[in-house]
């Protein structure tokens, strides 16, 4: 049984974000093996989540000993953020995917915290509606694809049309079965034509934790808004969920857009797992700070000239 001790320790977001800025990248950190390797899955081999432990935290053993890790991660993050949209070439889709209260809102939080709110937009994927119905299941996502420069975070996402929809059956199996090749297909086309990363997270928590996270939010007025009776019902779909999210990790994890299992019951491991794999994954893009458009010679001149005119004044 997959039982640990979750911590719910939170920061308010003005302290938080302010001790980003401030801090530098630290040398010679507890840095936690390169977990962008560690959990990626690696095109069509089938993944037994049986076999992962959500409690996994690597070498940390609380969210204190990570506390430096995750600053200095977040603050590499707002540097190349910054870089990707001064360069406008490059734009990055995050796809956040999990059982309810596997923590997709937490890492949305925690990740913007690290990133300029210009160059990020987060979009959630509710029921479709019936507009949306009318169309191929791909139309109501595509307008909300990153343009180059942007991160954009997909909170649930096209991955819903092999989830959802197939454990409830909203359409038939030849229907849905088809989707996943139709889904890597459409984000080559985003790799291709749009130097667009795409980086893919599902946050597996178990059984167990996702019950003590529903008490939480029933004990917790702050949390209350998130409950609903659809909670209750998606968890009796347990076992035809993890086959579901077992199919689409194998079907849909190419080389071009990833998978990455996260274990997340820790949430605070979570959002280091998560920050540190876009982290690296950026880093790893080759940005370039555009050349100005400007003849900098002449403005430094310019500049001169004011400078000497407000001393003379
Ligand atoms: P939440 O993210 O908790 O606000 O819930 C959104 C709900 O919308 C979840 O129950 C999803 O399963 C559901 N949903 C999202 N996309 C689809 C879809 N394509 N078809 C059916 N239900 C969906
Ligand atoms: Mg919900």
Redesign the pocket.
């Known amino acids: 049984m997959m039982v640990c001790e979750t911590e719910s320790k939170t920061f308010s977001a003005d302290t938080f974000a302010a001790r980003v800025k401030t801090s530098e990248p630290l040398e010679g950190l507890n840095i936690e093996p390169n977990l962008l390797q560690k959990f990626k899955v690696e095109p069509g081999i089938k993944v037994k989540l049986g076999n992962i432990d959500p409690c996994y935290c690597a070498n940390h053993v609380s969210h204190e000993t990570a506390l430096p890790e995750m600053l200095s991660q977040l603050h590499k993050m707002d540097q190349l953020q910054n870089l990707m949209y001064a360069e406008r070439k490059h734009s990055v889709l995050v796809v956040l995917q999990g059982l309810?209260a596997c923590g997709?809102d937490g890492v949305v939080r925690h990740i913007t915290t690290g990133m300029n709110p210009a160059g990020c937009r987060v979009v959630?994927?509710?029921?479709?509606t019936p507009q949306d119905l009318r169309h191929d299941?791909l139309w109501r996502v595509h307008p909300h694809f990153p343009a180059r420069g942007e991160v954009v975070i997909f909170?649930?996402s096209h991955y819903?049309?092999v989830?959802?929809?197939r454990v409830h059956q909203?359409v038939p199996v030849h229907v849905w079965s088809k989707r996943y090749d139709l889904i890597n297909e459409l984000e080559r086309l985003l790799v291709v034509e749009n130097y667009t990363t795409v980086l893919k997270f599902f946050l597996y928590i178990s059984r167990e934790e996702q019950l003590a996270r529903f008490k939480r939010r029933l004990d917790d007025p702050a949390r209350r808004w998130?409950i609903?009776e659809?909670d209750y019902r998606?968890r009796e779909y347990w076992d035809d969920y993890v086959q579901a999210f077992q199919d689409m990790l194998q079907k849909t994890s190419t080389q071009h857009a990833p998978w990455f299992v996260i274990p997340s019951n820790h949430k605070w491991f979570r959002d280091l797992a998560v920050s540190q794999i876009i982290t690296r994954t950026l880093e790893g893009l080759d940005m370039q700070m555009p050349e100005t458009a400007v003849d900098i010679a002449r403005i430094r001149r310019r500049y001169h000239a004011a400078e000497l005119e407000a001393k003379a004044s």
């Open positions: 309810d997709k959630g994927f509710k029921q479709p299941f909170n649930r819903e049309d989830l959802v929809v909203l998130k609903s659809a998606e």
